[in-house]
């Protein structure tokens, strides 16, 4: 069990044991008190489930706004994605930065996105389904969005034309909103 720093201050990658046999193999896929020893404090009070059918999907970049401002754990259970994660915190030493890891049902590796990042994800193979658990509720009025292909992210996504919802179609680009979140130094 593993928790890597990522290059974005406060997002994590986390590595569950796995032990395999002649059967499959069994993992604890999350445990609070492996995260409470780490000393996260976040409770998960949701989680979520989806299926993308083609790759090349790409959903995101989501965030949710205060006083609904998620933390997420995300994990793919079938498939792949590259999932992207945007530090979008005023005062962050990582602000406006992004980057991008490869989530399989293979390497079983879990992202944890804080508050204050935007996320989103391409799916890389055919029916693919992310799962992760959340520790806010959804509130469609607090949901936003950044674009995808916003010209000054840059963002090395592996396609260039993807399957977009269409509330994804028409996010902002980061320039153009005003951040309501406040980096604060944890060290
Ligand atoms: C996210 C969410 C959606 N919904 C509903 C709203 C809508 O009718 C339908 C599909 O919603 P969306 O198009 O927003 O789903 P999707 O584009 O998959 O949104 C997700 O994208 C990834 C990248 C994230 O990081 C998530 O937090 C979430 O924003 O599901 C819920 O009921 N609860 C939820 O928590």
Known sequence: MKFI???LIDAYLFEPDVYGDHRGFFMESFNAKVFEEQGFSFKFIQDNHSLSAEPG???????????????KLIRVTKGAVYDVILD???GSPTYGKWEGFILTEDN???????????HGYCTLVNNTEVQY????????????GICWDDSNLNIDWPVTNPILSEKDEKHPHLNDIQSQF????KE
């Open 88 to 90: 979008i915190r005023s």
């Open 57 to 71: 999907t790409i959903r995101g970049l989501h965030y949710q706004l205060e006083p609904y401002a998620q933390t």
């Open 5 to 7: 720093k990522t290059n």
């Open 108 to 118: 079983k590796r879990q992202l944890l996105v804080p508050k204050g990042f935007a």
């Open 182 to 185: 406040i980096y604060i130094d």
């Open 133 to 144: 658990k959340v520790d806010n509720y959804y509130s469609p009025d607090h949901d936003r």
